[in-house]
């Protein structure tokens, strides 16, 4: 199966999706990923949607209450980054703005003058590298392995457990109810006191555990929020279903959205 993801050919979003995939393709932004699965034109893609050390990646995030598409699968890969460049002496750090805040205070510390410069992708970044000398790029040390460039320090990542959770994407005719963990959106449309609190209790009066809640600004009004809500159940279980009932009439005025139930694993590379 063919899967869209986040290039170029090196990335972080790459090495996850070989776990996936037979055959990886790639695009530079994480909402036309998002946008291609939903449409239909490609079957899987897969995006990151959270770090341990940096927390959400909103552009995924915000895809997901735009286009609709199912979560089929979690994948968690240990992030560990290496410092690539052609020499010891360079003035610029190129990197995925995750990965350069993921490494914060090790660049602080090595290169306080260094600038730092946003790209698309860590091996957009290595790109930038290899063409550049005064240009090193943070990224996975395998994209030092051929050409002129070389890993100057390994594990610059600033906490040692340094991990990222994706999400393989497809149509939505194939969410799942079967999985270990389930992922939905809620946009309840209204304001009131206690609002978040009736949104959770659902779940607490069930005993289903939350393993991630995050609000994202709707865009509508200030102070009016989207909440990516993730829970240990699947949508297979009667408590699940009645919790969502309750979280649904919460939220009459807007909309909730199952992107589905999945089971998760851990890639290794
Ligand atoms: O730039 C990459 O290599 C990516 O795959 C993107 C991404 C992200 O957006 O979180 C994925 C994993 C790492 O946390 C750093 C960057």
Same mark, same amino acid.
């Given at each position: 199966?063919?899967?869209?993801t986040l290039g170029p050919a090196g990335t972080y979003s790459h090495r996850a999706?070989?776990?996936v995939a037979d055959e990886v393709v790639f695009t530079d932004s994480k909402t036309a990923i998002v946008e291609a699965v939903a449409s239909g034109e490609y079957e899987r893609g897969v995006v990151p949607v959270e770090n341990s050390t940096e927390g959400p990646v909103t552009e995924s995030l915000d895809a997901f209450a735009e286009f609709d598409v199912a979560a089929v699968r979690e994948l968690i890969t240990p992030i560990r980054h290496a410092l690539i460049a052609q #020499? !010891?002496? +360079?003035d610029v750090v190129a990197s995925h703005p995750q990965a350069l805040a993921q490494c914060r205070e090790y660049l602080d510390e090595n290169y306080p003058s260094a600038t730092l410069e946003s790209m698309t992708s860590t091996a957009a970044g290595v790109e930038r590298a290899r063409e550049d000398p005064s240009v090193a790029a943070i990224g996975h040390p395998q994209n030092a392995a051929d050409g002129d460039l070389r890993v100057v320090a390994e594990d610059v990542q600033d906490q040692s457990s340094n991990a990222t959770r +994706?999400?393989?994407v497809a149509p939505a005719s194939e969410r799942s109810e079967a999985g270990s963990k389930t992922s939905f959106i809620v946009y309840p449309n209204v304001d009131y006191p206690g609002l978040l609190l009736e949104l959770l209790e659902p779940f607490a009066d069930r005993d289903i555990n939350l393993t991630r809640v995050e609000s994202? !600004?709707? #865009?509508?009004?200030l102070g009016d929020y989207v909440f990516h809500i993730d829970v240990e159940a699947g949508l297979y279980e009667e408590r699940t279903q009645d919790a969502l009932a309750e979280i649904e009439a919460i939220a009459e005025e807007g909309w909730v959205r199952r992107l589905g139930s999945y089971d998760s694993e851990t890639v290794l590379d």
């Open positions: 199966m063919e899967a869209l999706a070989k776990a #020499g !010891p002496e +360079f +994706f999400l393989v994202r !600004p709707s #865009g509508e009004r």
